[in-house]
């Protein structure tokens, strides 16, 4: 069982940067691969990015690639998404979710544990 919860979502300026945080309990963390998906209004839950339980492998989506990076610090059961440039496209509610396997995936239904999300809003 792992719990997530997000933060570091708010309101900034296209241009501007963000850092979420996904804290995970439990102390089998490394043993879960983890992913960003996010939510605008009116849309489904979209595939952002995804990392590998030991962190050596990633993959994005083609919207967010060369802006946004995806990484982890096992020892502090932490993962994290920083997005760079960001535009009005990114507003939507991002999600971590993880899990039970070592390699990346895209899929949302291959993911287990999801985080209560953390909202991002872009302005113009």
């Known amino acids: 069982q792992v719990q997530l919860v997000e933060s570091g979502g708010g309101l900034v300026q296209a241009g501007d940067s963000l850092r979420l945080s996904c804290a995970a309990s439990?102390?089998?963390?490394?043993?879960?691969?983890m992913g960003w998906f996010r939510q605008a209004p009116g849309k489904e839950r979209e595939f952002v990015a995804t990392?590998?339980?030991?962190?050596?492998?990633?993959r994005y989506a083609d919207s967010v690639e060369a802006r946004f990076t995806i990484s982890r610090d096992n020892a502090k059961n932490t993962g994290y998404l920083q997005m760079n440039s960001l535009n009005p496209e990114d507003t939507a509610v991002y999600y971590c979710?993880?899990?039970?396997?070592?390699?990346?995936?895209?899929?949302?239904?291959?993911?287990?544990?999801w985080g209560q999300g953390t909202q991002v809003t872009v302005s113009s």
């Open positions: 979710a993880a899990r039970p396997r070592v390699g990346v995936s895209d899929r949302r239904y291959e993911y287990d544990y």
């Open positions: 990392i590998s339980a030991s962190g050596a492998s990633t």
């Open positions: 439990g102390r089998t963390f490394s043993r879960y691969a």
